[in-house]
């Protein structure tokens, strides 16, 4: 019988992205970015100016940085001894939303971590991407982590087999983004990984995989 299956965020869930975006940006480009007190495109203001940054602009700064300080990204606590532990029960895989041409280095960052992962890219909701590594894999069961609500409703839409867990592992703005459990597109929400890897080894194990 073939092995379960984890497919996995990246960034916020199994590395801090926003919060080294953060620094960079008041590094480089003299620009503060308000963690969790506005949406994205709309948290980042010039300090000379006290101007938001018009988002024609915010759009190439996300790319900039990871095009050259993907190398600043640290692992959010907990989690690469918890996706050790649960590759021994269940292949683990990373579907990450970034432009195609990064998926080398994003694979090449992760495995810096310790986490030799294959990674898939995609751009858009994540419920028809999921479906072809699922396809793929054909898993006897299959367990999505994200920090945002809106890939966990594609994922519900999809696959609702999954079993789908809302992780955000950035306190910074965990407490901002709107919840998907509360929405009923996630099973769970729970933002750290002690408490998200003894869930996650239940639902590898649990008789079903119901809501």
């Known amino acids: ?40 495109h709309r948290a980042m203001v010039r300090r000379a100016s006290g101007e938001e940054v018009p988002i024609a602009e915010v759009w190439p700064l996300l790319n900039a940085f990871f095009d050259d300080q993907m190398h600043r990204q640290q692992p959010i606590a907990g989690a690469v001894e918890a996706i050790h532990q649960l590759s021994e029960h269940a292949d683990v895989v990373v579907l990450t939303n970034l432009l195609d041409h990064r998926q080398e280095a994003r694979q090449r960052q992760l495995a810096a971590h310790g986490l030799d992962l294959r990674v898939y890219t995609n751009q858009g909701p994540k ?30 839409e999809v696959a609702p087999h999954v079993s789908r867990l809302h992780l955000c592992g950035e306190p910074a703005i965990a407490p901002h983004i709107r919840c998907a459990m509360q929405a009923g597109h996630a099973h769970a929400r729970i933002d750290n990984w002690a408490g998200a890897l003894p869930w996650m080894m239940e639902r590898l194990y649990s008789d079903g995989n119901d809501d």
């Open 1 to 40: 019988m073939s092995r379960p299956l984890i497919i996995s965020d990246c960034d916020e869930v199994l590395l801090h992205m926003v919060a080294h975006f953060r620094d960079w940006l008041g590094e480089a480009h003299d620009i503060d970015f308000r963690l969790g007190e506005h949406e994205f």
């Open 127 to 156: 419920g028809p991407a999921l479906q072809a590594i699922l396809d793929e894999y054909r898993p006897s069961r299959a367990i999505f982590i994200d920090d945002l609500a809106q890939h966990h409703g594609s994922v519900a």
